[in-house]
């Protein structure tokens, strides 16, 4: 029901509009929650109104609207992460690791996941590098850990990432691999030669084992 929810969220372009069901909105909602039919979708949709996350409008058309209730759950739901399109991206940060970082990005984007890297973040004067990376390690769903030149911080915030129960993608650089350090080794790692596979298969593994 929550995933539903937050795809009835990315419907509405402002506030209060209201959104009419359609069949090919009804369609994509029961692919996209993995609903199994239109009655299915009926009872969730009525359980949505009953906790006043949505207002049902059924004239003249069946349509429906997101609450102020709503929208202050779904920032819970994404800042829980469980249920967020974030992807928080541990790598090293270098001119060399460019077509890396737009590969992942690109794979991302094309699974529809948003990428959070921490040297793109605005971090404000009060807080350390770690608090950021910890709070926006909260908002996403799993992480892509790229080892290629091996950066300290990319182990950090990878087992970081394992210690908040999130899924871990390890991804290397094939002639790097050798240099990894022992703990890291026995675990699964997408070895890539180009970017261009790296992106691929990232798309592959997302779809399999994230969606």
């Known amino acids: 029901m929550e995933k539903l929810f937050l795809e009835m969220?990315?419907?509405?372009?402002?506030?209060?509009q209201v959104i009419i069901i359609d069949n090919k909105l009804q369609e994509l909602l029961i692919n996209k929650a993995y609903i199994k039919s239109g009655s299915e979708l009926s009872f969730y949709f009525g359980t949505l109104a009953q906790r006043n996350l949505i207002k049902i409008i059924s004239k003249p058309t069946y349509s429906y609207s997101i609450t102020f209730e709503g929208l202050d759950h779904k920032i819970k739901l994404e800042e829980e992460g469980n249920q967020s399109n974030k992807c928080?991206?541990?790598?090293?940060?270098?001119?060399?690791?460019?077509?890396?970082?737009?590969?992942?990005?690109?794979?991302?984007?094309?699974t529809g996941f948003e990428s959070i890297l921490i040297d793109e973040k605005n971090i404000d004067s009060e807080k350390t590098i770690n608090d950021e990376i910890i709070s926006n390690f909260k908002k996403c769903k799993f992480c892509i850990a790229d080892f290629t030149f091996h950066s300290n911080g990319v182990y950090f915030e990878s087992g970081f990432a394992l210690g908040q129960?999130?899924?871990v993608i390890?991804?290397?650089?094939?002639d790097e691999f050798k240099n990894a350090h022992f703990d890291i080794r026995p675990l699964q790692?997408?070895?890539y030669k180009t970017s261009e596979q790296l992106e691929r298969d990232l798309i592959n593994?997302?779809?399999?084992?994230?969606?």
């Not at 969220?9 to 209060?16: M, N």
């Not at 928080?88 to 094309?110: G, Q």
């Not at 390890?170 to 094939?174: D, G, H, L």
């Open 189 to 191: 790692h997408i070895i």
């Open 88 to 110: 928080f991206i541990a790598m090293s940060f270098s001119d060399e690791t460019k077509e890396i970082r737009n590969a992942i990005k690109n794979a991302l984007v094309k």
């Open 170 to 174: 390890y991804t290397c650089r094939e």
């Open 9 to 16: 969220t990315k419907r509405p372009k402002q506030e209060g």
């Open 165 to 167: 129960r999130k899924k």
């Open 205 to 211: 593994k997302i779809e399999a084992w994230i969606k």
